[in-house]
């Protein structure tokens, strides 16, 4: 607390040099250095640990300002000039849709034209714009009466723009439907809340259909997905919103749960049929199902089934009733339907959360850190011990970074025997010996990078994209229809995706909702870029 020491001194400074001398002078501005001493040291302790309880409640802390790095004395050392970038000619390439000519308000006598000087003022047309369709009505020599139709994309009484504008507003911008409706009011547009309502979340198969071949293509098309998970409230009850993408595309679904169960589900991308293959009885005896009930599966002539219904009834026709037998039953038949559409191949990158733990799972390397960073420091001899510790992890993920830059046999090798000497050293801090065990047993997952260098080392992509789905549900709150969650997640899956494939959202909506489909659909762009070369 420098305003402490600065009083310190001048109180030094204000007692004469003589008095100084005086022995009790002495020992009071000696008792009284020690007592500043004494008070810097405990609040700076009181800081950290207010910080370490912050941290453990996955609070912000108290954040560290660092000091300006500007000369004070800037006259004396000026910085040194920077070249300045070629200017672009910002306007070049700007759709120009409408042109003025303005002359001089008085041109004197004699004066010669010397030709016109350009100026481009960008701007932005908002206004109505309503149409009235007069529809001619024919009757035939029969009787019958032919009408004109209205244009194919004409779906109520708002046209494609507007129907795109309020998707946009409330799916992009994060804009409520009370301030849609206000905004819209104000543009003179006549539209109720209900109006609103419809255009948001009803008729929207289209877009559902292509949010689902989404998954499909980019499960199909990929070597790694990055997955998460968030809370969805929904319709008062507590829900779950799980994310499963890439770098090439985005995909949400909300639901009631988030086992093992539910995420194998999410996986047959829009299918819903169970199978029994060698896979699904590999993955059954894996996870210790009783031979009996093993048997029972195997020897039973039906492999397939076509959906919950049928399967659960199977289940219970072979005498399979109990919960943990036919939760295990039901994972390995999911398992088996899910192989069947998606390579074997597929990476699975996650944050050690256990209903992700299938297939090829690789750790984030970022969560399994925090292992080291939760915990809590009783000295500061440990404190030094746990900080020489995290400083050797981040050295060898820098490592593991380098490796996926330029992958050989050698530095395979070398990584695996230094990751073996890191999480298995035995120091004096108990607790983070325990946590090194822990890191330690799931090294296969930590270093599958170096079998799969193209995979990520950590899932920040994942938590990234699913930020969208939990600032919408902040400002718009949980949902409460079924309609209304599935419009969420399919609207948040199409805007992180197009952003992803570089195409722009406002014009997706426009080229959708007008039916010129001149935009390929996403599942075709997420084949191309996930496609080498």
Not at 351 to 364: R, T
């Amino acid at each position: 607390m420098p305003s402490m020491k600065n009083k310190l001194d001048q109180i030094t400074k204000s007692i004469p040099g003589e008095d100084k001398k005086n022995p009790t002078i002495a020992l009071l501005l000696e008792l009284l250095e020690q007592q500043c001493e004494s008070i810097l040291a405990l609040k700076e302790q009181n800081q950290i640990l207010r910080d370490e309880i912050a941290r453990l409640k996955n609070q912000k802390p108290k954040p560290k300002i660092k000091p300006t790095k500007l000369s004070k004395d800037t006259d004396k050392n000026p910085s040194p000039k920077r070249s300045k970038p070629k200017k672009r000619k910002k306007t070049a390439e700007l759709k120009i849709h409408k042109e003025e000519r303005i002359a001089p308000e008085s041109v004197p006598v004699g004066s010669i034209f010397k030709g016109l000087k350009s100026y481009t003022v960008q701007g932005l047309l908002i206004t109505a714009c309503n149409t009235r369709y007069f529809l001619e009505q024919w009757e035939t020599l029969d009787g019958k009466i032919v009408a004109g139709k209205l244009p194919s994309e004409i779906d109520g009484h708002f046209d494609p723009t507007l129907r795109s504008f309020i998707l946009y507003q409330y799916h992009h911008c994060h804009v409520t439907q009370p301030l849609i409706l206000e905004q819209l009011r104000e543009w003179n547009i006549d539209i109720s809340p209900c109006q609103v309502n419809r255009i948001l979340i009803g008729n929207q198969d289209q877009f559902h259909a292509e949010k689902d071949d989404i998954l499909a293509a980019g499960l199909n098309s990929s070597t790694y997905i990055n997955v998460d998970d968030t809370g969805a409230r929904h319709n008062g009850k507590n829900g779950y919103c799980t994310h499963i993408g890439n770098e090439f595309f985005a995909w949400f679904e909300s639901t009631d749960s988030k086992s093992r169960i539910n995420f194998l589900k999410l996986l047959r991308a829009g299918k819903s049929g169970y199978i029994l293959s060698n896979d699904a009885f590999q993955y059954m005896t894996g996870e210790r199902l009783p031979k009996s009930s093993l048997t029972l599966l195997e020897e039973h002539s039906i492999k397939k089934f076509v959906d919950d219904k049928q399967w659960q009834q199977h289940l219970k026709s072979l005498g399979i009733i109990t919960p943990r037998h036919v939760k295990i039953a039901t994972e390995g038949a999911l398992f088996g339907s899910v192989l069947s559409q998606i390579p074997k191949g597929l990476v699975i990158v996650s944050d050690d959360a256990g209903q992700f733990n299938i297939l090829n799972h690789a750790l984030c390397w970022i969560h399994a850190e925090r292992t080291l960073a939760k915990i809590i420091i009783p000295s500061t001899v440990k404190q030094q011990i746990l900080e020489d510790m995290r400083k050797q992890v981040w050295e060898f993920y820098d490592e593991l970074k380098s490796y996926k830059a330029s992958p050989n046999e050698e530095d395979k090798i070398r990584l695996q025997e230094k990751f073996d000497a890191i999480f298995t050293q035995q120091t004096d801090f108990q607790l983070l010996n325990l946590a090194l065990q822990r890191l330690h047993a799931n090294k296969t997952e930590l270093l599958l990078v170096l079998d799969r260098p193209e995979i990520p080392l950590h899932n920040n992509l994942s938590e990234n994209d699913i930020r969208e789905y939990v600032k919408k549900r902040k400002v718009s709150g949980s949902t409460r229809s079924d309609t209304g969650r599935q419009c969420r997640d399919t609207f948040v899956s199409l805007k992180k995706t197009c952003r992803k494939l570089g195409v722009s959202f406002w014009q997706y909506l426009q080229d959708r909702l007008k039916g010129k489909n001149l935009i390929l659909p996403l599942s075709q762009l997420v084949v191309q870029k996930s496609s080498p070369g």
